[in-house]
């Protein structure tokens, strides 16, 4: 049987091993962290396309078991609470495949779990440090000296993909889009409860803010502040404490519930990350080497759709193994098949997040607030966003390459 090698064990690798298994393949996953989900505190929403990949390797009833709430609407507001639009609404869709806000670590488990139990080994404790191809083979090494062997060998190892850098070193390296990202969670506090299923998203005088009340009373929250680069050393050198009090300085003069929600909760959450998304590299695969979800194409958090697409990405990867007779060759019709939609949905998160960090100019945040206003009119009564979680990855039918050689 065909051995593949996944490096990472984050949300793509379980779910590209699971649908490589159903396309005849061996997976083994290598994972750096030692564990599932490990240090990962953030939450996500998964879409009805990524939803519906889930269901093809049999991991949907797994997932939805562990996602916190339904989130199947977005209300945007400005900072003043004025509506600018309502997206959303997927009461056409069947109910297994309505999104839902997922905590990342529990998607992680629940991804890892449900791999494991479809028979997959998944090591953890091995950090990639490159990789080597013969003409037959690739031979993966690893930080703690040990080697393994396959077929073909997945790069699904993330953003800072160690993978990418031996398979593409000439290629760019993320951008930093502009924003910091702080969030987390907030006990019960006195503030207005989000429609049922809705997330709420505030384009703030200052910064960006997205909230959705939890059943439990909690508040799911996360912040974006327009801020120059910073490395990860000087975020830390402010302390938490301070990052909290600039974050509540940036949204004072938005609606109050923001500061109520912020003051409850604790400074970690105030730490920011730096977001960074990956536009374009050259090539996503080389030799016996390719390179799926973050690690091909991080998009920025702004879209919703990064985790979703990585689970679209794994299937179309397996389906070309399975059909298609080389394994150069079908790396690269899983390239041709992906790239298009792939980059014009990272344009599109680009799009949305260079309108978050806000303005200190009051006429160019009114001109804003019109412009959100017709773009969320148009986006509702055409559909204009249909084409991102309408899209489904049909696994049962045949890949070709580009001249149409099947296995
Ligand atoms: C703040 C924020 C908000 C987001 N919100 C959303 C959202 O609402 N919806 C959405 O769909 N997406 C969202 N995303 C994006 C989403 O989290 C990612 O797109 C998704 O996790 C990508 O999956 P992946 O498997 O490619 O990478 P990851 O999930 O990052 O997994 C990579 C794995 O590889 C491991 N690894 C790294 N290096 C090595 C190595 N050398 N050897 C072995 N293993 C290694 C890592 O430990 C990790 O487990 C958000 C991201 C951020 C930062």
Redesign the pocket.
Known sequence: MTRALI???????P?AAAALKRAGLEPVV????SG???GLG??????PN?LAALRTVGMLERVRAAASFPTTRIEFVNGSGRRLGLLGGEDHLPAELRGV?IN?AA??RAVADSAVDQGIRIEYG????HYTESGSGVVAE??DGSTAEGAVLVG????????RRTLGPEGPSPSYVGLL?I?GYSPAVDAQPTPDATTRMVFGKRGFFGYQTAPSGETYW?GNLGHSRLTREEIAAHGDDVWKEYALELFRGDLPDITRIMRACDPAAFRP?G??DLASLPHWHRGRAAL?????H??S?A????????AE?ALVLARCLRDIRTVPEALAAYEQERRDRVERIVAEGRRRGAQKAGSANPAALLLRDLTMRVVFELAARFGSHAWIHDYRVDFESRAATSEGNQR
């Open positions: 490096v990472g064990g984050g949300v793509g690798g779910i290598y994972e750096a962290h599932p989900g490990e953030a939450f996500l929403a998964l879409a990524g806000t990342r998607l992680q091995k950090r990639l440090a690893f930080t699904a190892d993330g953003i800072h993909s160690a993978v990202g969030g996360f990350l977001i960074y799926i979800g973050d690690a091909a991080a998009v958090p879209s919703g759709q990064g985790a979703s697409l990585a990405d």
